[in-house]
């Protein structure tokens, strides 16, 4: 057997290993390099805010495996990040931080203006249209999930059209 031979009958063997109880998606996903579990972040986004101001993140997740629930995010753009959500109070909107945001099993949720989102505050930088923000969210379960958020002028209303967002 010629060295290249090997090293490929090796590749496979340990391919068929590493496959081996796992589903056909998690296998090809394994095979891809791009391994993200259950959660996926898709069509994140932002928009412009000025450093030293309060950003906010919006992004869809969906869920291919149990209930979870996303506790935390974190962005190296500001000091803090919270999970929010809007409530009419007297006719009154207004944000309050949320503990969590529930994810169901097989589900989606979408955090968008005027509903749950993610704060980004005491932003150290600005957030200028065209940027792409790099954040994490933590779930209970899922563990972490690396997002991108694709910043949108300041008074966007949703995400650039024909695939504004970014998919992780």
Same mark, same amino acid.
């Given at each position: 057997m010629t060295g290249f031979s090997r090293r490929a009958g090796l590749g496979a063997l340990l391919s068929l290993c590493a496959g081996l109880g796992a589903t056909p998606a998690q296998a090809q996903? #394994?095979?891809?390099?791009?391994?993200?579990? $259950?959660?996926? =972040? &898709? =069509?994140?986004w932002s928009r412009a805010a000025g =450093?030293?101001?309060?950003?906010?993140?919006?992004?869809?997740?969906?869920?291919?495996?149990?209930?979870?629930?996303l506790v935390a995010a974190r =962005? +190296?753009?500001?000091?803090?990040? +919270?999970?929010?959500?809007?409530?009419? &109070?007297?006719?009154?909107?207004r944000m309050r931080p949320v503990e969590a945001i529930d994810l169901p099993?097989?589900?989606?949720?979408?955090? &968008? $203006?005027?509903?749950?989102?993610?704060?980004?505050?005491?932003? #150290? #930088?600005?957030?200028?249209?065209?940027?792409?923000?790099?954040?994490?969210?933590?779930? +209970?379960?899922?563990? +972490?999930?690396?997002?991108?958020l694709a910043v949108q002028s300041a008074g966007a209303r949703g995400p650039a059209a024909a695939g504004g967002g970014h998919r992780h």
């Open positions: 996903a #394994q095979a891809q390099g791009h391994d993200h579990g $259950p959660i996926q =972040a &898709e =069509a994140g =450093a030293g101001r309060v950003g906010a993140g919006f992004i869809t997740l969906r869920n291919s495996g149990a209930a979870d629930r =962005a +190296e753009i500001a000091r803090t990040v +919270e999970l929010h959500t809007h409530l009419h &109070e007297n006719g009154v909107m099993a097989n589900g989606a949720v979408t955090l &968008e $203006p005027g509903g749950l989102h993610i704060m980004l505050i005491d932003l #150290q #930088q600005p957030l200028n249209r065209g940027d792409t923000v790099p954040i994490t969210l933590v779930f +209970e379960k899922a563990g +972490e999930v690396q997002a991108q």
